[in-house]
């Protein structure tokens, strides 16, 4: 049973930054390409960003692009999303989740496996 476990998230002002956390046990981690996608209450769960199962591609939404940085730490099971420059909109619920695929999809409907999120809030 592949298991995923966000941490990170909190409350920063606009402009600031958070670093989230994903581990993953369970499973080899190298195999999974892996996503980060957000959710505000009410709202579909939209993507945000994905990294290939070597790290070799990144991908991100138009949103975030040169803001947020998604990056794998093979050696321990971890990805992780540098968010700067925060503004309000980013607000939501952050997941991760985990795709058995070289490449990544903008798609959560292609991931396998998903964490219980981590809130962020922006405030203005």
């Known amino acids: 049973q592949v298991q995923l476990v966000e941490s990170g998230g909190g409350l920063v002002q606009t402009g600031g930054s958070l670093r989230l956390s994903c581990v993953v046990s369970?499973?080899?981690?190298?195999?999974?390409?892996m996503g980060w996608f957000r959710q505000v209450p009410g709202k579909e769960r939209d993507f945000v960003a994905a990294i290939s199962y070597s790290g070799g591609e990144t991908w991100y939404t138009d949103s975030v692009k040169g803001r947020f940085t998604i990056s794998r730490d093979d050696a321990k099971n971890l990805i992780f999303l540098q968010m700067n420059s925060l503004k309000p909109e980013d607000t939501a619920v952050y997941y991760c989740?985990?795709?058995?695929?070289?490449?990544?999809?903008?798609?959560?409907?292609?991931?396998?496996?998903w964490g219980q999120g981590t809130q962020v809030t922006v405030s203005s």
């Open positions: 369970g499973s080899n981690f190298r195999r999974y390409a």
């Open positions: 989740a985990a795709e058995p695929s070289v490449a990544g999809d903008t798609d959560p409907n292609d991931y396998t496996y």
